[in-house]
T-cell receptor, first 111, second 112 residues
Framework: ELKVEQNPLFLSMQEGKNYTIYCNYSTTSDRLYWYRQDPGKSLESLFVLLSNGAVKQEGRLMASLDTKARLSTLHITAAVHDLSATYFCAVDAQGAQKLVFGQGTRLTINP | NAGVTQTPKFQVLKTGQSMTLQCAQDMNHEYMSWYRQDPGMGLRLIHYSVGAGITDQGEVPNGYNVSRSTTEDFPLRLLSAAPSQTSVYFC???????????FGPGTRLTVL
């Protein structure tokens, strides 16, 4: 059974600091997704990582994938308040868009 | 395109009542899915469909039924609502052989 674990689950940080969210998964997968969710809203797609060593960047967010370690990271550079949200990683183990999600990381960025 | 739409946005039921959550997409996507999101947890897959007439169970299917008579619509039926089904329900769709899912706005369901 595929399990996806994120850590930390809660993260409070100051503006301008850097930090990393980790996503571990238990079985082989070729697709890893990162989503953002604002309170009371739906999920917004951030990144889709398809292969070992994949790295994608958008603004202050950078995601990477190590399929051998079954680990993905979401790195936040010089955080700003607008990045406050809950971030989810999800893994598609069977290639049929059957996603298994991590628990989410609630990120709060303080001025 | 309206994307993925869900109705209603909010619903309160009493234990034992039945209802149908509606999901529609106008992007001609073959894949559609239903997820539930509980506090402190990620989304969990309830049922999914890879095309009209084809459905299958996800991780937490008990208490829910689905059918897919058209490409556009994928309703989720609760036959006899229970408090444990209090949750936020998200519908998603995607084209086949692609990598991205598009999520609807969600339905917040409370079962008393």
């Amino acid at each position: 059974e595929l399990k996806v674990e994120q850590n930390p689950l809660f993260l409070s940080m100051q503006e301008g600091k850097n930090y990393t969210i980790y996503c571990n998964y238990s079985t082989t997968s070729d697709r890893l997704y990162w989503y953002r969710q604002d309170p009371g809203k739906s999920l917004e797609s951030l990144f889709v990582l398809l292969s070992n060593g994949a790295v994608k960047q958008e603004g202050r967010l950078m995601a990477s994938l190590d399929t051998k370690a079954r680990l993905s990271t979401l790195h936040i550079t010089a955080a700003v308040h607008d990045l406050s949200a809950t971030y989810f990683c999800a893994v598609d183990a069977q290639g049929a868009q059957k996603l298994v999600f991590g628990q989410g990381t609630r990120l709060t960025i303080n001025p | 395109n309206a994307g993925v739409t869900q109705t209603p946005k909010f619903q309160v039921l009493k234990t034992g009542q039945s209802m149908t959550l509606q999901c529609a997409q106008d992007m001609n996507h073959e894949y559609m899915s239903w997820y539930r999101q509980d506090p402190g947890m990620g989304l969990r897959l309830i049922h999914y469909s890879v095309g009209a007439g084809i459905t299958d169970q996800g991780e937490v299917p008990n208490g829910y039924n689905v059918s897919r008579s058209t490409t556009e619509d994928f309703p989720l039926r609760l036959l006899s609502a229970a408090p444990s089904q209090t949750s936020v329900y998200f519908c998603a769709s995607s084209p086949p052989h692609t990598i991205e899912q598009f999520f609807g706005p969600g339905t917040r369901l409370t079962v008393l």
